[in-house]
């Protein structure tokens, strides 16, 4: 659970500038601020429910993003390259742009 919890923080990191303002405020305000889906439902005056299916779809989102564009897999690649560390930071910044 805490290995797909960091795995979907990781990928919000790389493709949160895709979703809705909506979508990023239930995701930050679940994994960054550790508010429960009853807090979010009450702040957003939505049902439970509404919350959970947001959140899910995001992580949904996420996944498939990251299943066509390949960005994190990228990066993890690069990050093994036997080059200088400089040069990996550059290379993983140029593509997270």
């Given at each position: 659970?805490?290995?797909?919890?960091?795995?979907?923080?990781?990928?919000y990191?790389?493709?949160?500038?895709?979703?809705?303002?909506?979508?990023?405020?239930?995701?930050?305000e679940?994994?960054?601020?550790?508010?429960?889906?009853?807090?979010?439902?009450?702040?957003?005056?939505?049902?439970?429910?509404?919350?959970?299916?947001?959140?899910?779809?995001?992580?949904?989102?996420?996944?498939?993003?990251?299943?066509?564009?390949?960005?994190?897999?990228?990066?993890?690649?690069?990050?093994?390259?036997?080059?200088?560390?400089?040069?990996?930071?550059?290379?993983?910044?140029?593509?997270?742009?």
């Amino acid at each position: 659970m805490i290995e797909k919890r960091e795995e979907l923080i990781e990928l919000y990191d790389l493709y949160c500038s895709l979703l809705t303002d909506k979508q990023k405020n239930y995701f930050e305000e679940y994994y960054f601020l550790d508010l429960s889906i009853s807090e979010i439902a009450i702040n957003h005056e939505i049902s439970r429910n509404g919350v959970f299916d947001q959140i899910k779809r995001v992580s949904i989102l996420l996944m498939d993003y990251e299943e066509k564009l390949k960005l994190k897999s990228k990066i993890d690649q690069i990050a093994q390259l036997q080059i200088k560390d400089e040069i990996k930071e550059e290379v993983i910044n140029i593509l997270k742009e």
